[in-house]
């Protein structure tokens, strides 16, 4: 049979997708092609399970837009479908008189984007939220952030996308898509299948997915690995909610933080450190030609030669878990190395352009019958549904469906 779309990657992105495309065009054939034996089995089975407000984002980006109306739709989304979540609220903390001008501008952001009952706090209310955060000099309250089970919401969507039909194949990794005749052959490991359209949704491999379909993006995707620790049971009191530090504003990352889980325990982290293999989740993971491939590319070198120093921090700070209990004591000082342990890490994809500079925003190309997804970065998880809703319309004007 022909399929009317091949979607390639199980992660929240793809399963949005599909989920999307089923209930507004419920006549269409969709195949969800997944290379792992479940959903959901990287960036957004291992990430932090945050659902954002959206504070942060250049306004009028697709991320501000698509985390605001995608955080509202998830939110929707598991109080219809019983998914686990819960909107315990965030405070971000400033520790130091310099970084209030920059936390005053996070709050200015955050009232361009809308969010719901953000306040500025003195260090007073900040201990009235979080008793053990004592050295901030001013906080920023964020009521409607929260968390969430990703992986609950993908293994819905997944049965919501079967229910009407369509299917979602595990164990099928695709290695090429020939888009030469007027219908596209996708060949996976094990498989071969035809497709009206295509739309890739590979996360950490969605540059290569796209070279399979002769499509040369601008940009490489270059792994960072996030590594987490855990509080032990006798320290989770420290940690009412989420607690968040001032971002370093050379990187789209978040700084570490203290996160409470939907399974109640609390998750410190993630850092930021480049990784050796797109899917290595371990420390001396490694993959030769990945790393010759990201060493080759003049984004990276570009990216090495201005941040190596932040770079090597993060390395030591991997290594060294007092360096990382440091990090986590600027939040909450009364924590000690005796209180962690160690918890599984995740592994970003963060796209690169040749010039090193880092693409923040969502990323798409379009061809005649195929939407690439090349950057999906945090808060793509939050914003998943509302990045279905982004596809849906590109696919609608670009295939006149
Ligand atoms: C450590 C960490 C913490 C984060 N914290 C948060 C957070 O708290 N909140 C938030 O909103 N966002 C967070 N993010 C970001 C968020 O998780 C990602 O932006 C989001 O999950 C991206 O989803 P995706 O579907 O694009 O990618 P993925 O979840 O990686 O899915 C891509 C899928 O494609 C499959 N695939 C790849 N190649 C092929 C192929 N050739 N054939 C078939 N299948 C293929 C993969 O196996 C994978 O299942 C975090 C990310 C990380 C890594």
Redo the contacts with the bound molecule.
């Keep these: 049979m022909t399929y009317d779309f091949i979607i ?8 949005s997708t599909a989920y999307k495309l089923s209930e507004s065009f419920p006549d269409l054939d969709i195949l969800v ?4 034996d479940e ?14 407000s959206g504070i942060y984002y250049e306004p009028n980006s697709y991320r501000a837009k698509n ?1 605001v109306e995608g955080r509202h739709q998830l939110v929707d989304f598991c109080r219809q479908y019983d998914v686990d979540h819960e909107i315990c609220g965030k405070v971000i903390v400033a520790t130091e008189e310099d970084d209030i001008p920059r936390l005053d501008n996070i709050f200015e952001t955050g009232k361009i984007n809308d969010i719901e009952g953000i306040k500025k706090i003195s260090p007073q209310e900040v201990t009235e939220i979080e008793p053990y955060v004592t050295n901030s000099v001013k906080g920023i309250h964020v009521p409607c952030s929260g968390i969430v089970d ?1 992986v609950g919401v993908c293994k819905k969507l997944r049965s919501l996308i079967e229910e009407k039909g369509n299917a979602v194949t595990c164990g ?4 090429k898509i020939d888009n030469s005749q007027k219908d596209l052959s996708v060949t ?1 490991d094990k498989s071969s299948f035809s497709s009206r359209y295509l739309i890739n ?6 540059d ?2 796209a070279e ?1 379909a002769g499509v040369f993006p601008d940009i490489q995707i270059v792994p960072f ?2 590594e ?1 620790f855990e509080l032990k049971p006798e320290a989770e009191h420290f940690v009412n909610g989420l607690i968040y530090p001032m971002p370093n504003p050379a990187f789209p990352f978040l700084g570490v933080h203290f ?1 409470k889980m939907v399974s109640g325990a609390i998750e410190c ?2 850092n930021a450190v480049f990784a050796f293999e797109r ?1 290595g989740y371990e420390k001396l993971s490694f993959n030769l030609n990945e790393t010759i491939e990201t060493l080759n590319f003049p984004g990276f070198q570009k990216l090495a030669q201005e941040h190596w120093k932040m770079g090597l921090d993060e390395w030591y700070r991997s290594f060294s878990k007092k360096a990382f209990v440091k990090g986590l004591q600027d939040l909450i000082p009364a924590i000690r190395p005796k209180h962690l342990k160690k918890s599984p ?5 963060m796209a690169l352009k040749p010039n090193g500079e880092i693409l923040d925003d969502f990323h798409y190309e379009t061809t005649k019958n195929e939407i690439h ?1 090349l950057n ?9 549904l509302a990045i279905g809703d982004e596809i849906l319309e590109r696919a609608e004007q670009a295939f006149a469906l």
Excluded: D
Aim: aromatic share 4%; hydrophobic share 35%; with cysteine.
């Design positions: 390639v990657g199980a992660g929240i992105v793809g399963l092609l997944e290379k792992e959903v959901a089995a990287h960036q957004t089975g291992n990430n932090s399970g945050v659902i954002h985390c990703y099928q990794e695709v290695k996976t949704c590979a996360g950490l491999y969605s290569h997915v399979t690995r996030g987490y996160t982290g993630p899917e890490s995740g592994v970003r994809a997804v999906a970065p945090s808060p793509a998880a939050t914003a998943g």
